[in-house]
């Protein structure tokens, strides 16, 4: 006997239907985890930051180009140009490597619910799981704390005017701060300025596909956000790995990562390179099933949704 399918009764969906299109969304709101939010603007603190930040870091400029100009000799010139690059160089990949540090380390050490960084751990490990929610504020908003905390380091820094070279560097350091703010938000956006291109091709911004990798359980790589210039070397040494070895050798303490078997095993000298690199992808769901993965996103659903109505 020839059985058919019937087709559902009219007024019923057929399980097997597409849910519908979500609305249209209002100005200046964006959806995130399935809810729709008002995006937040700067607070008139971070405002008032990027604002001193601006100046002071123009002051620091007007000081370095004064020094530069003040030398004796067109040789002198050429060297105090010279020293200029090289420091900013440095300092920004001192940047690109701090950036790292605090990411590495909010993801892996902190915990929702700490005094002082709790809110930061959530909204770093919402972010996981809902890679727009930095859409949730402007440009200008995403700016906080940074913006407050570097206004007086370059306020300080133009009042002191140093040489040239520690000038430099350090104004990249701070200018590299607070533009991985920026450098981040553009891997994330579908459609970032069109000044992004050069940015990155100047290697000033990290590219998509260079922060996508960080985006992969259990997250425990490519945690450099500036320009991600040193993430291959990093990766490459398994400077992480050694990095945690060394903090569980001194405190104790066990990073998120090593809720993944082969992250805990390689880093602990446990199993060889060729080993951790087949059981990386092997072991996620156990790594997923020691942190409580569904649990977690709906957590960071619920985190987000509550800080940003």
């Known amino acids: 006997m020839k ?30 985890g399935g809810k729709e939010m008002p995006i937040h603007k700067a607070s008139l603190g971070t405002k008032i930051g990027i604002g001193v ?26 060297a105090a140009v010279a020293g200029v690059a090289g420091s900013a160089l440095a300092g920004f990949l001192a940047a690109d490597f701090a950036s ?35 859409e949730a504020s402007t440009m200008a908003g995403n700016m906080n704390p940074a913006a407050e905390l570097m206004a007086p380091l ?26 991985s703010r920026a450098s981040h938000r553009w891997t994330h956006e579908t459609q970032p300025p069109p000044v992004v291109k050069t940015l990155r091709r100047l290697g000033l911004a990290q590219s998509t596909e260079d922060h996508r990798e960080h985006h992969k359980a259990p997250w425990a790589t490519n945690f450099c956000i500036l320009n991600g210039s040193l993430n291959p070397i990093l990766d490459k040494v398994h400077f992480w790995r050694k990095y945690e070895k060394a903090i569980y050798d001194v405190t104790g303490a066990e990073p998120k990562t090593w809720k993944h078997p082969a992250v805990r095993e390689f880093a602990l000298g446990q199993i060889d390179e060729a080993e951790y690199k087949r059981r990386y992808v092997e072991d996620i769901p156990l790594y997923k099933q020691a942190i409580d993965f569904a649990r977690e996103k709906e957590e960071a659903r619920a985190f987000i949704h509550n800080r940003y109505q």
Request: aromatic share 6%; net charge neutral.
């Open 3 to 32: 059985i058919t399918q019937q087709a559902p009764p009219p007024g019923r969906r057929s399980l097997k239907a597409s849910p519908p299109d979500p609305a249209p969304l209002r100005p200046d709101h964006v959806r995130i």
């Open 53 to 78: 930040c601006a100046v002071a870091g123009g002051a620091c400029v007007a000081n370095l180009v004064s020094q530069v100009a003040a030398q004796p000799t067109v040789g002198g010139v050429v």
């Open 100 to 134: 790292g540090l605090f990411h590495h380390g909010v993801e892996n050490y902190a915990k929702p619910g700490d005094p002082i960084i709790g809110e930061l751990a959530a909204d770093f490990t919402s972010h996981h799981y809902f890679t727009n929610n930095l």
């Open 154 to 179: 370059l306020v300080g820094l133009a009042a002191w005017n140093p040489h040239f070279a520690v000038t430099s560097a350090a104004l990249a350091v701070v200018g590299g701060a607070l533009s």
